[in-house]
């Protein structure tokens, strides 16, 4: 029987991202030194950040627009948070474990710092959107369909389309899940440095979410990436995380 929680020695996942979006508020820049101010112990550093995005219309051409933001840093643990005018992200490029684990905090624990804080600070009853992203990525010992088989669950033909032939990958898929959360899975290969990496991405998220049911909702969208995760990778692949293989 597979354990969805077993942490994982070497785990694949590369970065986690949660993203609770919000009706725009306006009080976002009067109120951010509050928000600072509470989460600093975690967060020390703080800095200012432009999010840029190009708009093309067929008429008037391509625009760009620059979206102000605050983004709190911790640079050892390399965890940060960011704070828009309507959404508010927390992103991990350490993370071990969801819940505390070995004396170490969880991704959940951050969260929950960092995200009660804010909530504390702006008031927010209601989330328009509720995200939750895990990006794994393994390095390919050996570039084949045997080699690939023997740890994934493949999301195309390999034995009609051979990982060694291809020039260029990307598989992205989305459903419906019955917890009322909507998942996207994209996967390719990657080359980089030289190197030929595996991308398993994971996009979970719900809609219209009180305040009340932020953590509930949070907890069925971690589930449901644990259990996709798990249907696509192989026990030799668990072993491999485990540092057994």
Known sequence: M????????????????????????LKIPRDIADFQEAISEEFPE??????????????????????????FVNPENKTKCQVFNHRF????????SWEGYESKEGFLDILKFSLNNFIKVYGIKKFNRLGLRYINKIELEE????WFK???IPLFNHDKYRIEDLSQNSVRLRVKKPNSAELTIMSGF?????KDYY??????YS?????????????????????EFHSLITGDCRKKMRGEI
């Open 2 to 25: 597979i354990d969805y929680n077993e942490v994982f020695d070497n785990p694949l996942l590369v970065e986690v991202v949660i993203e609770a979006r919000f009706p725009l508020l």
């Open 46 to 71: 703080t800095n200012i950040i432009y999010d840029k995005k190009i708009f093309f219309d067929s008429k008037e051409g391509s625009e760009e627009i620059s979206e102000k933001a605050w983004e």
């Open 89 to 96: 992200s927390l992103f991990s490029n350490t993370y071990k």
């Open 143 to 146: 570039k084949n369909s045997k």
């Open 150 to 152: 023997k740890y994934f």
């Open 190 to 194: 990657l080359k980089q440095d030289n």
């Open 199 to 204: 991308m398993l991405d994971f996009d979970a």
């Open 207 to 227: 809609l219209n979410i009180l305040q009340e049911n932020l953590y509930e909702t949070l907890e069925k969208l971690h589930e449901t990436i644990l259990k």
